[in-house]
């Protein structure tokens, strides 16, 4: 079993990769840590902090600044649950790739290399609805999709 678990670094997907991590502990699967950082996530946080500072002269470094702390949280985070299936006996690896969400998560789900996906119900905002990335990729996922609230 090789199960594709969705990481945006919110608690919810960190919980998603937990419940991964105990089936393919059972199941002797493997698990693949799936993380897509968008630049233009980075690019909106620095012109906000540019207003908010009234320094839009500087968006370019706050973007830059932005982007490696984007890449720096995420790898952490990867690690840890990587050390965490390690702990646990569970093959497992990380793959983190930058471009739009959408498009990346559905060509790596769809590729034909796994038989589970697991995500979280809700992303980094934490909002109380469903997470708007699940309802626009959980309906065109080829393999069966585990949401973990």
């Known amino acids: 079993m090789k199960i594709l678990v969705l990481v945006d670094g919110s608690k919810w ?4 990769a937990l419940h991964a991590i105990a089936i393919a502990k059972k199941k002797r699967g493997k698990v693949t840590l799936f993380s897509v950082l968008d630049r233009r996530e980075a690019r909106a946080l620095a012109f906000n902090m540019g207003m908010i500072s009234q320094d839009l002269r500087n968006v370019q470094k706050f973007e830059e600044e932005i982007w490696e702390e984007m890449k720096r949280s995420i790898r952490d985070i990867m690690t840890n649950l990587l050390e ?3 702990q646990e006996g569970v093959n497992c690896s990380i793959r983190i790739v930058e471009g739009e969400a959408k498009g990346k998560i559905l ?6 290399k796994y038989s589970l996906v697991v995500m979280g119900a809700y992303g980094r ?3 109380t609805r469903i997470g708007s990335l699940l309802e626009e990729v959980a309906g065109s996922i080829n393999p069966p999709v585990m ?3």
């Open 13 to 16: 997907s960190q919980k998603a």
């Open 84 to 86: 965490l299936c390690q």
């Open 107 to 112: 060509e790596e789900a769809n590729s034909g």
């Open 125 to 127: 905002s934490g909002k």
């Open 147 to 149: 949401v973990v609230r």
